[in-house]
């Protein structure tokens, strides 16, 4: 298969799910973006729904691309963990900004993505996981550690002037994460909670 055609097709699939959603793109309309035949199109995706699978797998494994760079960085821990949150901020920002319609890409729950969506979410929870675990935080520590960071940029994928936000969030939150390598919590002491590791 032609890889650069594949990219020509999942590219005019972008410009018909921007401009009519999922439900309402037809291969008419992608072969219409592309400036060929149908039945060309039918050479390098089986459907409708094909295309919008293979777009959809597309845009998630740059983005997560973009987050195996930042965790492989030779740099301070918080520095990439801050970057792999970045990678999925950036593809929400990404497919939220560019229409009502974009956004379905993210969606769990749909039948076309869910898997994919999945499949990126673990890969980033596998990653985070690593990085605080080589920074020195116990396995289940690390582990919700990356469960608390991936539920930070869940909730500001949606809020107003999230950009600016995330990194001022993340700065403190990797902060407070990172430095429980040195503390105890210690279980429903009432206010204020952290005491020293002999």
Known sequence: ????RLS???????TCLV????????????ASAMGVSRSAVYQYVRNKDD????????????????????????????HRIRGVLAAKHDLALQLIGDSPHTAELM???????????????????????????????????????????LALVIGLETAPDSRRLLPRAADALITGLLQQNTATVV????????????
């Not at 769990?108 to 969506?117: G, H, I, P, S, V």
Request: with cysteine.
């Open 1 to 4: 298969m032609d890889a650069d």
């Open 8 to 14: 020509e097709v999942l590219d005019a699939t972008y």
């Open 19 to 30: 401009r009519h959603g999922v439900r309402r793109t037809t291969m008419d309309d992608i």
């Open 51 to 78: 295309a919008f699978r293979k777009l959809a797998e597309r845009l998630h494994a740059q983005a997560l691309q973009r987050a195996r760079q930042a965790a492989a960085q030779d740099a301070p821990d918080a």
């Open 107 to 149: 969606d769990a729950k749909a039948r076309l993505f869910a898997e994919t969506c999945s499949t990126f979410t673990t890969e980033l929870h596998t990653l985070l996981t690593d990085l605080f675990t080589q920074a020195g935080t116990g396995p289940a520590r690390a582990t919700e550690a990356a469960d608390i960071c």
């Open 187 to 198: 279980t429903d002491p009432g206010p204020g909670a952290l005491t020293a590791q002999a």
